[in-house]
């Protein structure tokens, strides 16, 4: 009897156990689908009432996908009235700055914009800041860098320590050249040479036909220091000390953008299905599971890491 009483009672607590996932398996699932039918609202919702978008290029920039795509999308929103880009970098690579800045350049065809600088834009975080109307930097902002560098470390004479030697057979001596396994010789290093002369005139050419600077004036900025915006502002790199609130008002007063319109934060689109990713890390990190939502949020994400090959418009202490 009392085995059969001790089984009816394990019977009871598995059932009672089996219900209670049950409905957090229910509860949850509601979560993400009414979470995700509110974002999808409220997307919807901030697309189509009156505002000043607001987009950050923020760390080293590569061109991505992403960013061009928002930009893009920003062009063809009616609801945005006009844009601040927000620009806290130190560069990238050349080619992705100038995907950048011809993206913002036509933009800037379709509706007011202006750049904020706050940490810094250097070099191709510059570059990216002339494809706007009008640059406004903090007083103590970082400012310029004009300027273009190849780094390529070398090891051969670590190889020649260590007694290794590195055969190489190609079709020309140019060929994979310079190559950190090879000692540079002065006809790479020439070749290299012209690479950057010619995407540094490119780079100072666009100075001076977006800043308005010729002769001296070009030449003074384009030596590859940074400037700080104090600086910046007499040297023609910016037009005015300042923040976004400065920024906003010459929308208003120049663009004629109707003052009390709010600043929304247009962010790249996350690809990650339904945005439940996010849904999950925010369910992880309100239950105290920091760590863990730092895990989910960074899932998927490892070709959003900046590429390093070719050439730079960067800056660095």
Do not use: C
């Amino acid at each position: 009897m009392t085995s059969e009483s001790d089984y009816l009672v394990d019977r009871r607590r598995m059932r009672r156990k089996l219900t209670f996932w049950r409905v957090a398996a229910f509860l949850v699932a509601a979560i993400a689908i009414i979470g995700t039918g509110v974002a999808f609202a409220g997307r919807q919702l901030f697309a189509s009432s009156a505002h000043i978008a607001r987009i950050t290029v923020n760390g080293f920039i590569t061109g991505d996908r992403k960013t061009l795509e928002l930009i893009e999308s920003l062009g063809r929103n009616r609801a945005a009235n006009a844009v601040v880009v927000t620009i806290n970098s130190p560069g990238g690579t050349v080619t992705g700055s100038e995907a950048l800045f011809l993206a913002l350049r036509e933009l800037s065809a379709k509706k007011p914009t202006v750049a904020v600088v706050e940490g810094m834009a250097a070099s191709g975080g510059y570059i990216a800041a002339m494809g706007t109307e009008r640059i406004v930097a903090q007083h103590t902002s970082l400012v310029g860098s004009v300027g273009v560098v190849f780094q390529l470390p070398n090891f051969v004479r670590l190889l020649d320590t260590v007694g290794v030697k590195i055969e190489t057979v190609k079709s020309s001596p140019l060929k994979a050249s310079p190559n950190p396994l090879e000692v540079t010789t002065p006809a790479s290093e020439a070749a290299l040479a012209a690479l950057v002369a010619d995407n540094f005139a490119w780079f100072r050419d666009l100075v001076g036909e977006r800043r308005g600077l010729t002769g001296d004036g070009l030449t003074g900025v384009a030596d590859g220091r940074v400037f700080t915006g104090h600086q910046a502002v007499g040297l023609k790199l910016i037009d005015e000390v300042g923040g976004e609130k400065q920024a906003v008002a010459w929308l208003v007063k120049a663009k004629g953008v109707t003052a009390d319109l709010p600043v929304r934060e247009w962010k790249p689109r996350d690809e990650r299905p339904f945005g439940l990713w996010s849904a999950t890390a925010a369910l992880a990190r309100g239950v105290g599971l920091g760590d863990l939502a730092g895990a989910i949020n960074s899932f998927g994400r490892a070709a959003d890491a900046p590429v390093l090959d070719g050439l730079l418009a960067v800056w660095h202490p």
